[in-house]
């Protein structure tokens, strides 16, 4: 079994920044992917970024302004969100791809708003 602890969330100014953390713990070996999905109200959970041996994938919606980073000796993975907008706001839930499984974090609240 493999456990997520997130971290990093909160209310922010639109223009604002937060960093996210997401820290794994348990049975590792080999972690193939680490990223962050959001789920807005309303909406369907959709992927922000992610970050793999190969690089890194981002939203369209985000590309710029959010950057993934990973450190290995920690198995933990970051997402720095600057230049945030009220169309941010949503759950964010880090999410790490160990073998063929799938592990979901439970979610940090990030609410954009003046």
């Known amino acids: 079994q493999v456990q997520l602890v997130e971290s990093g969330g909160g209310l922010v100014q639109p223009g604002g920044s937060l960093r996210l953390s997401c820290a794994a713990s348990?049975?590792?070996?080999?972690?193939?992917?680490m990223g962050w999905y959001r789920q807005a109200p309303g909406k369907q959970r959709e992927l922000v970024a992610s970050?793999?041996?190969?690089?890194?994938n981002y939203a369209a919606s985000v590309l710029g302004r959010f950057t993934i980073s990973r450190d290995n000796a920690k198995n933990t993975v970051y997402l720095q969100m600057n230049s945030l907008k009220p169309e941010d706001t949503a759950i964010y839930y880090c999410?790490?791809?160990?073998?063929?499984?799938?592990?979901w974090g439970q979610g940090t609240q990030v609410t954009v708003s003046s």
């Open positions: 348990g049975s590792i070996f080999i972690i193939d992917a």
């Open positions: 999410h790490v791809l160990v073998r063929i499984v799938n592990y």
């Open positions: 970050i793999t041996t190969g690089g890194t």
